[in-house]
């Protein structure tokens, strides 16, 4: 009955690679979110998603490229991967056109690059 | 840039005294949140105060507004072990497309 999941958990790669990260959620709502958080805790939006339309790009590399095939769904799949990418990625959802949006989080995704 | 900013980085408490963090943002908001998040974990939702209130009480939490110094504070009233974690405040947009923007957050610490 997880509301957000994220596959796989942990991911180890060797630098160059292409990879991706997949997010489900079950809660019925319209926007979804990736989150990198680097080893200083330092969360930062990376993308925004409404409707399965791109809404937000905060300035991420093209080698990041999210894909919504439903509104339950955003897919990050990161091509030619560096070691500067390692960092925990995060989905998360929230309902559209809320007053007050709460963000719900998936439990992140562990990248390492190496 | 982010929108919000904790302080302090890090705070280390005995068990069962007060634990006081501090935020920062930078634009004008209509509401406010603070989320939690173990380690190794996702931040989860723990309370939310809109702009028009002052103070506002959530079991052993206690959040304060202060819009016009930009600023918030979390207090965990008799802190205990499973308190530790980092605390995030975060600023959505609201209206249109949802952004929520995490500040750099606190990392929490309560000795046993």
């Known amino acids: 009955d997880t509301a957000v999941s994220q596959t796989p958990k942990y991911l180890v790669t060797q630098m160059g690679n292409d990879k991706s990260i997949k997010c489900e959620q079950n809660?019925?709502?319209?926007?979804m979110y990736w989150y990198k958080q680097d080893s200083k805790k330092f969360l930062k939006i990376m993308f925004s998603y409404n409707n399965k339309e791109l809404i937000i790009n905060e300035t991420v590399p093209n080698r990041f490229s999210p894909k919504s095939p439903d509104k339950a769904h955003l897919n990050l799949h990161i091509n030619s991967l560096e070691l500067g990418d390692s960092a925990v990625y995060f989905c998360?959802?929230?309902?559209?056109?809320?007053?007050?949006?709460?963000?719900?989080f998936g439990q992140g995704t562990r990248l390492t690059v190496v | 840039s982010q929108q919000g900013e904790e302080d302090p980085q890090a705070l280390s408490i005995q068990e069962g005294e007060n634990a006081t963090m501090n935020c920062s943002y930078k634009t004008s908001i209509n509401n406010l949140q603070w989320y939690r998040q173990n380690s190794g974990r996702g931040l989860v939702h723990l309370i939310l105060i809109r702009s028009n209130e002052r103070e506002k009480h959530s079991g052993r939490l206690r959040v304060t507004l202060d819009t016009s110094k930009k600023s918030s504070s979390l207090l965990i009233t008799a802190s205990r072990a499973a308190d530790t974690a980092s605390y995030f405040c975060?600023?959505?947009?609201?209206?249109?497309?949802?952004?929520?923007?995490f500040g750099t957050g606190t990392k929490l610490q309560v000795i046993p």
């Open positions: 975060a600023t959505p947009s609201s209206g249109g497309y949802q952004k929520v923007t």
């Open positions: 809660l019925g709502h319209d926007t």
């Open positions: 998360a959802s929230s309902k559209d056109r809320e007053v007050y949006p709460e963000a719900f």
